[in-house]
């Protein structure tokens, strides 16, 4: 074997090292990836249940009925069904625009997509947002907006 042979061995070897050491970086990105997804949705989960959780710590079913009943709501349960609506929609909200940015597959956002029907037909959502269908706020992404009118109008 020659030298300019052992060269071409050793080019070769590069080559395939280089290679290899490429598709361990594609792995371990992947990887990554896989692994914030996860947390992510973890994190959502964990806070569409914390948001259920104050629902009923807050006692928003007595509120809930209170509104179907027209009755009076106290400034007390008027806040606390603020900071709910408030807290969920925001929630909701960063779902739809992580949707958008196609961070959130299409079948979890399918769910997401329920929910904000949900409560985009509840008493309190209309308590709280009289004029939401004539551009009533301006605390939320227009797109999401426009999307909670498109759902509201189904």
């Known amino acids: 074997m020659n030298n300019s042979d052992t060269k071409y061995i050793v080019e070769l070897v590069g080559i395939v090292a280089v290679v290899l050491s490429l598709l361990f970086v594609a792995v371990e990105?992947?990887?990554?990836?896989?692994a914030r997804e996860a947390e992510a949705l973890s994190h959502k989960n964990e806070r569409t249940a914390e948001l259920e959780l104050l629902f009923y710590e807050l006692g928003l079913a007595d509120v809930n009925?209170?509104?179907?009943?027209s009755e009076e709501l106290s400034d007390d349960e008027a806040r606390k069904l603020r900071i709910?609506?408030?807290?969920?929609l925001s929630h909701l909200e960063t779902i739809?625009?992580?949707?958008?940015?196609g961070f959130v597959d299409d079948e979890f956002w399918d769910g997401t997509r329920i929910r904000i029907g949900i409560a985009a037909s509840s008493p309190w959502f209309e308590y709280l947002y009289p004029n939401w269908g004539e551009?009533?706020?301006?605390?939320?992404r227009t797109s999401f907006v426009e999307l909670v009118n498109v759902i509201r109008s189904e």
């Open 29 to 34: 990105l992947n990887q990554s990836q896989n």
């Open 84 to 88: 709910f609506g408030n807290s969920l």
């Open 96 to 101: 739809h625009f992580e949707y958008t940015q």
């Open 135 to 140: 551009g009533g706020t301006r605390t939320y």
């Open 65 to 69: 009925r209170k509104i179907l009943a």
